[in-house]
Nanobody, 117 residues
Framework: VQLQASGGGLVRPGGSLRLSCAVNGTIFRLNAVGWYRQTPGKQRELVAAITGRDSITYADSVRGRFTISRDNAKNTVYLHMNSLKPDDTGVYYC????????????WGQGTDVTVSS
């Protein structure tokens, strides 16, 4: 199982980005998927998560601006980020709970988001 995160980049404050987390490999079921953000000197923090039953959680700092969604046919989870702020800058990682020949958590490689004028 491999997770491929993409969609990061440089954006001005107030702008938007859409991150994608594609889960590839032999997958019997894609369960919960979360997007995490890491900035220098800080612990990786949960930004948004979606369960296999589409229950959604957001960090207070992004609620109302970010939207997480999933396309089960493509085993892909998206993070739509609007009204971006400089504090949203960081490396964004996705994490997925996957049923393959067992059950386990997998991490993607991270995608850089920089919000700056």
């Amino acid at each position: 199982v491999q997770l491929q995160a993409s969609g990061g980049g440089l954006v001005r404050p107030g702008g938007s980005l859409r991150l994608s987390c594609a889960v590839n490999g032999t997958i019997f079921r894609l369960n919960a998927v979360g997007w995490y953000r890491q900035t220098p000197g800080k612990q990786r923090e949960l930004v948004a998560a979606i369960t296999g039953r589409d229950s959604i959680t957001y960090a207070d700092s992004v609620r109302g601006r970010f939207t997480i969604s999933r396309d089960n046919a493509k085993n892909t989870v998206y993070l739509h980020m609007n009204s971006l702020k400089p504090d949203d800058t960081g490396v964004y990682y996705c994490n997925a709970l996957v049923d393959d020949y067992g059950r386990g958590y997998y991490w993607g490689q991270g995608t850089d988001v920089t919000v700056s004028s």
